[in-house]
């Protein structure tokens, strides 16, 4: 995860360096995205199959694989040849990232014990956890980007990998499912309603965030904070690092304190269920404020910018509990046998929330500027609480 909020901001500035308009800096991200999709759908079914340790192997050898690919990228090339070249990188990237979260999370609905809460407790743990790394990650890509270059960077993090799957190898516990040949792909398509419709809230709820967190917010930042000089541009890259770092850290903050925030240990999994669509209910109140101030305003000034750093540090923190409360109701509803097949598809639901985010975040910025990304995630979280609202407790 480190590696993969790394890439990320790599990628991101680097290519804007380069001057590639809004748009494009989108597709670099699409294929990313539509590899979450496809490998979400079909790793539970490789899970069931051939075992959980398998596919966490297999996501970090890719991973590594991707990185050092990607620094085989020349800048003599086109545009266009860039661009398919870093789609194709990224999209591997993306497989290997959902193979590995895909087969931690299952884990935790096998081995953590189920009474007094600790399951939402655990789950909360590990995604709160996961993202702060992540968090640090975006530091760490545009830090290294500022200070060795995009290509020592990318090596360095496949060489940290290698040294991580190796140790893994060698001290990996026994206990994980090791799969079952009968496991047929359509078993997939799960037929619980609550399960379908958490699905569709969360491709909503993450499209939501996509939609300004991919392009539009780092691309107003790099053009309020850069003067244009290499010492600018420097400082701009270090100062969006910073802030996409704290915003994903305090988010994954928030996601492990989620349980305490709910008072889970003490609450009903139907109370839990009617606290999922008060808090996505109360999500939309952020974006749409901060519509209203980015079209009241004469262009960005130091109030705006000031007022988007704090709405946003309010979404992540409300945005948090909505994702941690997501993240313990799809293992609630599913069972042991289906875990794997189940977690798969509520993740492919959220990879395409993030394709439809990523698209939607360049088309907007590039169409309506940050107004438009900030009001569209308004639209797509209104549509992720009427989801929530179909939910049976």
């Not at 991580?164 to 398509?189: H, N, S, T, Y």
């Not at 690092?241 to 889970?264: D, E, T």
Request: charged fraction near 10%; include cysteine.
């Amino acid at each position: 995860m480190l590696t993969d909020g790394a890439l990320r901001m790599l990628v991101l500035l680097h290519f804007n360096t380069l001057g590639f308009s809004p748009v494009q800096l989108a597709y670099l991200f699409v294929l990313y995205e539509i590899a979450g999709v496809v490998t979400n759908l079909s790793a539970g079914w490789i899970a069931a199959r051939f075992g959980l340790t398998s596919t966490l192997y297999a996501g970090l050898a890719i991973q590594i694989a991707a990185l050092v690919a990607l620094a085989q990228l020349d800048p003599s090339w086109s545009v266009t040849a860039s661009v398919v070249f870093v789609m194709a990188v990224q999209g591997a990237s993306g497989v290997a990232k959902d193979l590995a979260k895909m087969s931690s999370k299952s884990a935790v609905k096998v081995l953590a014990p189920e009474e007094g809460g600790s399951l939402f407790r655990w789950v909360a743990v590990l995604t709160g956890s996961k993202n702060a790394v992540k968090g640090f990650g975006f530091l760490v890509g545009a830090g290294s980007l500022a200070l060795f270059g995009f290509v020592p960077s990318v090596l360095g993090m496949a060489a940290m990998l290698a040294v991580i799957l190796v140790a893994i190898l060698w001290k990996m516990p026994a206990g994980l499912p090791q799969g079952r040949k009968d496991a047929k792909f359509k078993e997939v398509f799960s037929k619980n309603r609550n399960i379908n419709w958490l699905s569709a809230a969360r491709l909503f709820l993450f499209g939501a965030r996509d939609v300004w967190f991919v392009v539009g917010i780092p691309i107003y930042f790099y053009s309020v904070l850069s003067d244009g000089t290499p010492e600018g541009q420097r400082a701009a890259f270090f100062m969006i690092g910073i802030f996409m770092a704290i915003w994903v850290i305090l988010y994954g903050a928030v996601q492990a304190s989620a349980p305490k925030v709910l008072r889970a240990d003490k609450r009903s999994r139907g109370d839990l269920v009617s606290a999922s669509s008060f808090w996505v209910g109360i999500l939309i109140i952020a974006p749409l404020v901060l519509t209203a101030a980015v079209l009241l305003t004469d262009g960005p000034s130091t109030g705006l910018t000031t007022l988007i750093v704090f709405g946003l540090l309010v979404f992540g923190a409300i945005f948090a509990v909505n994702s941690a409360l997501h993240s313990y109701l799809i293992l609630a509803f599913t069972d042991k046998e289906r875990v794997t097949m189940d977690v798969g598809f509520y993740y492919m639901a959220n990879a395409a929330g993030r394709l439809v985010g990523t698209v939607a975040s360049g088309l907007s910025y590039q169409i309506g500027g940050l107004a438009l990304c900030l009001a569209t995630a308004a639209a797509m979280i209104a549509a992720s609480w009427l989801c929530i609202r179909r939910l049976e407790p």
